[in-house]
């Protein structure tokens, strides 16, 4: 029998992986497990539902505790058709903990309710689930201009940090400096939509992304060194970049990331090495 101690909440991600035996990308595994808890009343962990959300830090550190430390999961960052995305799988002893777990100590009503929302909700990609639970779960429209204002500011600082850190030999800072204004782009022409289901998933999307990015410039301490990868970078802010470029684009509000016109920001030279960096790495669809 293999002792290992994880959280209470901890069997929801980990159960999900014993029945669907992967899930791609980070995205797809927090919108599953907030599904899982919201709509199977499941008590787990705690998710912030309005202006960077539904996402969990709780979740984001449990999964790693499972797969850095304990072993119960493999965590792969997967080169896809354009760019980076992780992809989460069970280990041998990751289903003998789980399935332990869930014997000693999840009701079988609790379990039976699980099982049917991670395998309706699991069949589908990040992009529709996204989608689903933006329109349904975040962002009502008494709160948009509330949360237009919070990210307006948000993006307008971030801007200003990264365009005082840029480096030339640190392409994660020129492509959060081109994210940066592509979401600023696409927040300003939702907010002109006047449509409350447009502004609320497009914002969503915009908040969760903008949310990522102060999270990543909130542990770089040293702008003399470049603190991530490209490809660390981008796997981390891909989803959300490309969700925005599916459905935003999909509803007519703004084009491609690789199509902006971003010349109002940067020079002639920085523009053709942006180009050169999203023809590698554009957002694409992703089916999995």
Not at 173 to 181: H, M, R
């Amino acid at each position: 029998m293999i002792k290992v101690k994880i959280p209470e909440r901890g069997w929801i991600p980990l159960y999900a992986l014993q029945i669907l035996g992967k899930i791609p990308t980070a995205t797809k595994m927090q919108k599953l497990v907030f599904l899982v808890q919201t709509e199977g009343k499941i008590d787990g962990y705690r998710f912030y539902k309005n202006h960077y959300g539904p996402f969990s830090d709780e979740l984001e550190v449990d999964v790693r505790s499972f797969s850095q430390s304990l072993g119960l999961m493999q965590t792969q960052i997967v080169e896809g058709a354009h760019y980076p995305y992780y992809v989460y799988q069970p280990t041998h002893k990751g289903q003998q903990v789980i399935g332990q777990f869930m014997v000693e100590n999840v009701p079988d009503d609790v379990r039976e309710r699980a099982e049917s929302l991670i395998k309706k909700y699991g069949s589908k990609n990040y992009k529709q689930l996204l989608e689903y639970v933006y329109k349904k779960y975040v962002i009502p429209k008494e709160t948009f201009e509330e949360t237009y204002s919070h990210l307006t500011d948000d993006l307008s600082s971030l801007n200003s940090i990264w365009t005082n850190w840029y480096r030339d030999d640190c392409a994660a800072s020129f492509l959060i400096l081109a994210v940066v204004e592509y979401c600023s782009k696409a927040l300003s022409k939702v907010k002109a939509t006047n449509e409350p289901v447009l502004q609320g998933v497009c914002a969503s999307s915009i908040s969760e992304l903008t949310g990522k990015i102060m999270d990543l410039t909130a542990h770089w301490k040293s702008p003399e060194e470049c603190p991530f990868s490209f490809k660390t970078i981008f796997s981390e802010i891909s989803d959300q970049i490309n969700f925005i470029d599916h459905f935003c684009g999909r509803q007519g509000i703004i084009g491609n990331i690789a199509e902006i016109d971003f010349s109002d920001f940067i020079n002639e030279e920085e523009l053709r090495r942006l180009e050169d960096v999203l023809a590698q790495t554009r957002p694409s669809e992703l089916m999995y």
